[in-house]
């Protein structure tokens, strides 16, 4: 079983919308959650970080962590074209070691 | 902060040959990560670094591939005798103490091999 399960998708939507990107995660034990986006032929960049349970939100992104069901959620609202890219859910390791990245959910935003 | 270069960015080489790409991280970062990455498919652990000692490596690299970070400052990843699955997006990445807490990892734009 993989650390992390991530819904490839695609997933496209009009401008404007809500967007829900979802992850699961096989260890309880992790407590560290991060969002990377990442555009066309260009390395991942960070986007949101948790730890433990609860929301955080930043602008027009929130990131969500239920530990209970160890699952994790990053919302977009009022979706931009610019939001196009492939959003990466991660965990890691306690340590700080270890990494791990969901296959990526390829979203795009029609103007 | 110059961020995390890679090079070269692009790499076309024939089956059989061996190719090397170079990661300089950001100067404070103390450890460092190779991955890979195919389309449709997210990074995948190769090796990491804390200063000049690579701490892990992982099961499924094959003995074709070796990483070095000589004096903790720039990392190399040499593969030999290439072969085309070994064709995919190879990203460097590093972090420091200070990132340990945010678990943020720096990403490099990435070296991507095509092996003909």
């Known amino acids: 079983q993989k650390e992390v399960e991530q819904d490839p998708g695609p997933l496209s939507v009009p401008e404007g919308a809500i967007v829900s990107l979802n992850c699961t995660y096989s260890?309880?034990?992790?407590?560290?959650f991060m969002w990377y986006r990442q555009y066309s032929r260009k390395g991942p960049e960070l986007l949101m970080y948790t730890y433990s349970s609860g929301n955080k939100e930043d602008g027009r992104f929130t990131a969500q962590v239920d530990k209970s069901s160890k699952y994790i959620s990053l919302f977009i609202r009022d979706s931009q074209p610019s939001d196009s890219a492939t959003y990466l859910c991660?965990?890691?390791?306690?340590?700080?070691?270890?990494?791990?990245f969901g296959t990526g959910t390829s979203l795009t935003v029609i103007p | 902060d110059t961020g995390v270069s890679q090079n070269p960015r692009h790499k076309i080489t024939k089956r059989g040959q061996n190719v090397t790409f170079r990661c300089d991280p950001i100067?404070?970062?103390?450890?460092l990560y190779w991955y890979r990455q195919t389309l449709g498919q997210g990074p995948e652990f190769l090796t990491y670094?804390?200063?000049?000692?690579?701490?892990?490596k992982s099961r499924l690299l094959s003995d074709r591939f070796s990483a070095e970070r000589p004096k903790g400052s720039f990392s190399t990843l040499e593969i030999q005798r290439t072969e085309q699955g070994d064709s995919a997006m190879y990203l460097c990445a590093s972090t420091g103490v200070g990132s340990r807490v945010t678990g943020e990892l720096f990403f490099g734009e990435g070296s991507r091999l095509t092996v003909l």
């Open positions: 670094f804390q200063n000049e000692a690579q701490l892990e």
């Open positions: 260890n309880s034990a992790f407590q560290y």
């Open positions: 100067s404070e970062h103390n450890r």
């Open positions: 991660a965990t890691r390791s306690n340590t700080g070691n270890q990494f791990y």
